[in-house]
């Protein structure tokens, strides 16, 4: 795609603030934010891939977003962006390439520190590792119920040795006392689960919901397990999107979800629900195809931002 044919061209060019144009903001400082975004190029990477998806939240802030964007209608959300609530943009995490515990306690305590300010976090990845230390960041801002959408179940005990990598996240989680509750929606095809670790999700009380019940049953049975007025913790993979749809994956699998009805989906679990927190995760710039992945993650994070706001407000 030729770069000077953006429509952001029409008002001015890029974005100077952070994601959709909202003010740049001094990490760990707060203030009167609602909404607090930042990225994080990995956690805890594995050594035969590394950290495959750390430029994703550049090109995720680069996807759309142009001066004044957030005062403009979005048919999306039914108003402007944030909807008089207010938000920041940290900038991206200074991520180690080696020191993968300070990773995890980078991320966690940047986390932690907003949610003791009164703010949602939206973290933008960045591989699926980086769940593991947001969700710690939650042990007193609980209960919590994770709201998982992913191509696999990430179940795995350790992979290469290492138990705090991007298949082991939802484990870790179950772990955690505050983590009461884990809804997993998307699976499908063949991934790094074997049988025991499935066995394993559904033993410690998982609703897991593949695309397969998703195509038989539908997305209310989803909305039914989530309790009314829970805490839920959005953990987005991006290739439960159809590659179609997001092909800047490293685990495409055919049968994915469109950007509509995940939409659809936040918004009905934003009617009975409160959100408190959103991580997306596994999207791969290297692999996009005319920016298309990246528009649709950065769409994606917009409808939860937007939710976040509406019911702040």
């Known amino acids: 795609m030729d770069e000077d044919l953006r429509i952001g061209n029409l008002f001015g060019g890029d974005a100077a603030g952070g994601l959709f144009d909202v003010p740049r903001g001094e990490p760990g400082v707060v203030g009167d934010a609602d909404i607090v975004v930042m990225g994080a ?17 550049t090109a995720i802030r680069g996807a759309v977003g142009w001066p004044g ?15 008089g609530a207010t938000a920041v943009d940290w900038g991206d995490l200074p991520i180690s390439d080696t020191e993968f515990p300070a ?11 907003v949610l003791d300010g009164g703010a949602v976090p939206i973290l933008l990845g960045g591989d699926d590792s980086i769940p593991i230390p947001t969700l710690a960041a939650y042990d007193n801002h609980g209960p919590v119920t994770v709201l998982q959408l992913d191509a696999h179940i990430d179940w795995r005990d350790e992979v290469q040795g290492e138990r705090f990598g991007l298949s082991s996240n ?3 989680a179950s772990e955690m006392p505050w983590v009461k509750h884990i809804v997993q929606v998307g699976a499908r095809g063949s991934g790094s689960a074997r049988p025991a ?3 394993d999700a559904i033993g410690w009380g998982v609703d897991l919901f ?4 998703i195509r038989q049953g539908g997305m209310q049975q989803v909305l039914d397990a989530i309790p009314d ?14 590659p179609s749809v997001v092909p800047g994956v490293i685990g495409p699998a055919p049968g994915g979800f469109d950007y509509g009805t995940v939409s659809d989906l936040f918004e009905a679990v934003a009617s009975k629900a409160r959100l408190v927190g959103f991580n997306l995760a596994e999207f791969a710039p290297s692999a996009d195809v005319g920016n298309r992945g990246a ?8 409808t939860v931002m937007g939710l976040i706001a509406r019911q702040r407000t």
């Open 295 to 302: 528009l649709v993650a950065a769409r994606l994070a917009a």
């Open 210 to 213: 593949p695309m397969r019940s």
């Open 170 to 172: 939802m484990r870790r």
């Open 69 to 83: 964007m957030g005062e403009h209608h979005d048919f999306d959300l039914g108003g402007t962006l944030l909807d």
């Open 41 to 57: 190029a990995t956690a805890t990477p594995y050594a035969s891939v590394g950290a495959y998806c750390a430029n994703g939240p």
């Open 229 to 242: 007025d829970a805490n839920v913790y959005l953990a987005l993979d991006i290739d439960a999107l159809d």
């Open 197 to 199: 670790d499935v066995a």
């Open 103 to 113: 990773n995890r306690e980078l991320i966690e305590s940047h986390i932690r520190t």
